[in-house]
Nanobody, 127 residues
């Protein structure tokens, strides 16, 4: 059984920094796209950042490029999301996700393609 556990959410003032982490247990595929979506109240789920675990290729939504960095963690099937210069538009519940794939490709941000999800962690940015 695949289980994703997120940590690191919280509240911060605009311009601040947060780091999210996610660990996937029970996942056996050697190739994966693993990363983050977010959902703000009244909005759809949006792809934020993704990493292909074999190649290390990364993908970002335009609104976070230059501010967020996704990386692989120190253990297998773990990732981190370093978030800098946060603003109110980043306020959302952030969900970790993973799917088996040799490449994340141009559909990396389509949530229907992802098989497994964490429970979500809240990020709140106050202005």
């Amino acid at each position: 059984q695949v289980r994703l556990v997120e940590s690191g959410g919280g509240s911060v003032q605009a311009g601040g920094t947060l780091r999210l982490s996610c660990v996937a247990s029970g996942y056996s595929s050697p190739n994966a796209c693993m990363g983050w979506f977010r959902q703000a109240p009244g909005k759809g789920r949006e792809g934020v950042a993704m990493i292909q675990t074999t190649s290390g290729n990364t993908y970002y939504v335009d609104s976070v490029k230059g501010r967020f960095t996704i990386s692989q963690g120190s253990t297998k099937n773990s990732i981190d999301l370093q978030m800098h210069t946060l603003n109110a538009e980043d306020t959302a519940t952030y969900y970790c996700t993973i799917r088996s794939a040799r490449t994340c490709g141009r559909f990396w941000d389509e949530f229907s393609r992802y098989e497994f999800w964490g429970q979500g962690t809240q990020v709140t940015v106050s202005s």
